[in-house]
């Protein structure tokens, strides 16, 4: 009898497998109307590891017992899945979007460059940088709104929109390292290790930036011909009250942001939050709760079923030297996500420092490759599938466009 811990990599796997599929189950509804709604539930990726995390503990509790079942399932920790699902709905709010869009508006009409190429470049350089400041998750939720009117259409061609995708989860990833809180895999070892703000943004900071920058601009200078000089509508104006508005919704997200780690603190905030939205109605466009909870149960399902993968990650994690480690930590992203990976490194012990840096450097430069490599990827993914074919996103066209932003960030990191 197989037992638990090889069952739960079996089905890890064929949750990997199914993740990569996903966009196969999108292209047999036209075949198999009949079954157009299991095959559209099958087919959406936030649901895939929340589906295979209810088979494995089913079959935990026949296997075990029930109690033990649900004793793994209460003793996981869900504050991540909480805290995405808050932060992109609170930073989704029109108010604090109207106030990005302006100025990014602003500081376009400042470029020598085509207003709307202008607009792509910040959305890719200067939001994912903001994500060191207000969390990867929010920086994703306020670049991918802002990105979908500009590249994410349906006469984009394409592979346009992968090379657009791969960069921007691949500059989410490495712009929130300028701090010690904003990217989850440096929140991850943090403490453990004693890495402040200063030590980030000596260390990594300064070498995420450039890579940003460069992969921001290498897209924008391919897209230049596509975008020609068409311009982009401008943000209404909106009354002197909303300014108001939008004040006190960034006053939200910052609540939500300070208390990132307490779930019952930012649970009540949003709970607050929702009740402010409602109170104004006419300053607010629909809050995007079903994206965010489908995230968050995507999120949910890797907690559960990445918890019972420790047995087998961290050998290879501990056996590697520091250059192997920074390449591993690359490959194992890429099925994993890379909190979950520089986790488990906090927990080996006498880990020289050169291998912390090369484990971390590794799981954020690797942070774009495939939706489940980081924690924002899937709500960039939940807010930006409708502009792809089938409105569905393939882990190919993911991989190729984000190979050339994540050697580029390789080559910074390993400076």
């Known amino acids: 009898m197989l037992s638990i811990n090889t069952l739960s990599a079996i089905i890890f796997g064929l949750a990997l497998l199914h993740t ?22 099958l087919g959406e990726v936030e649901v895939v590891f929340g589906f295979w995390a209810l088979v494995l503990i089913t079959l935990m509790a026949v296997f075990t017992s029930g109690e033990q079942a649900i004793e793994y399932l209460e003793s996981r920790t869900y504050t991540e899945p909480l805290f995405v699902f808050v932060v992109m709905v609170v930073a989704a709010s029109k108010p604090i979007l109207d106030i990005v869009k302006k100025l990014i508006l602003v500081m376009a009409s400042a470029l020598p460059i085509d207003s709307r190429l202008a607009q792509v470049w910040l959305s890719l350089s200067m939001v994912p940088l903001l994500g060191s400041l207000i969390t990867e998750p929010a920086a994703m939720t306020l670049a991918a709104l802002i990105l979908a009117p500009l590249v994410f259409t349906k006469q984009m061609p394409e592979h346009f929109k992968y090379a657009a995708l791969g960069t921007l989860f691949v500059n989410i990833s490495i712009g929130g390292t ?26 990594f900071g300064w070498k995420s930036m450039l890579a940003v920058l460069i992969n921001a601009s290498l897209f924008s200078y391919f897209l230049r011909k596509q975008l020609g000089n068409s311009s982009i509508q401008k943000v209404a104006s909106t009354e002197s009250f909303a300014y108001t508005v939008s004040a006190i919704h960034l006053l939200f997200l910052s609540a939500v942001v300070v208390f990132a780690h307490h779930a019952v603190i930012f649970l009540a905030v949003f709970m607050f939050f929702l009740g402010y939205t409602q109170a104004y109605k006419g300053y607010q466009s629909p809050l995007i709760l079903k994206e965010g909870l489908l995230v968050g149960f995507f999120l949910a399902g890797l907690v559960v079923l990445g918890g019972m993968q420790q047995w ?23 099925v994993t996500d890379n909190a979950a990976l520089t986790y488990l490194g906090s927990l080996i012990t006498d880990i020289s420092s050169a291998s912390q840096y090369m484990l971390v450097a590794g799981a954020v430069a690797g942070g774009g490759l495939t939706i ?28 190729a466009g984000a190979s050339l932003p994540t050697v580029i960030t390789i080559i910074f990191l390993l400076m």
């Open 20 to 41: 990569f599929s996903a966009k196969s189950f999108e292209a047999l509804v036209h075949r198999v109307p009949k079954h157009q709604g299991l095959l559209h539930l």
């Open 178 to 203: 300028l701090t010690s809180y904003a990217a989850p895999p440096v929140l991850m070892v943090a403490g453990t290790w004693h890495w402040d703000t200063l030590f980030m943004a000596t260390q």
């Open 372 to 399: 489940i490599a980081n924690a924002p990827n899937p709500a960039g993914a939940a807010l930006l599938k409708n502009g792809f074919n089938n409105e569905s996103i393939g882990a190919l066209g993911l991989l």
């Open 312 to 334: 087998w990650l961290q050998p290879i994690v501990s056996t590697l030297k520091p250059t192997e480690l920074f390449f591993g930590a690359v490959a194992l992203t890429a």
